[in-house]
């Protein structure tokens, strides 16, 4: 489906940022931060089509809500832990600086790979909503 395949996108920029750390290389990073920028503005918007899909009116404004709110939530979870989690390895772990950036990054990447789960499960519920109802995210009725 199409969120699955966006949250691969940005699953695989997050791994590149971790091998960009590995490997002391600065401009891997930076063009893994455009692959994962891609496939999460794109995941924006496969969210908002699933949420058009399957609900209207006031719900559909506070499923709106709650993408922003857990989006939101999950950013500052990321602020508090990363820089822990860094500490953690290179004072406890013995790494050295690169090697415990690396392996935070790897480590971060890990909720893409739970979100990529996620969405397979989200794909398998909305085909089922679309056997039921008879209709795919392309025929969708007009809201006015």
């Known amino acids: 489906s199409r969120k699955k395949s966006q949250i691969e996108i940005k699953s695989t920029g997050q791994m590149l940022t971790a091998v960009g750390a590995f490997n002391n290389s ?3 990073m930076e063009m893994s931060r455009v692959v994962f920028g891609i496939g999460g503005e794109s995941l924006a918007v496969a969210q908002n089509t699933y949420a058009s899909a399957w609900f209207r009116g006031k719900a559909l404004n506070m499923v709106f ?5 857990f989006a939101r939530v999950g950013s500052y979870a990321n602020f508090l832990i990363t820089g822990r989690i860094f500490d953690y390895l290179k004072d406890t772990e ?3 600086g690169l090697n415990a950036l690396g392996w935070t990054l790897a ?3 890990i909720s ?3 979100s990529l789960f996620g969405a397979i499960i989200l794909a398998f519920m909305d085909k089922r909503r679309s056997r039921i109802l008879g209709q795919g995210l392309g025929e969708q009725e007009k809201v006015t």
């Open 26 to 28: 600065y401009w891997v």
């Open 65 to 69: 809500g709650f993408q922003l709110s």
């Open 94 to 96: 013995g790494h050295s």
């Open 107 to 109: 480590i971060a990447g």
């Open 112 to 114: 893409t790979i739970l």
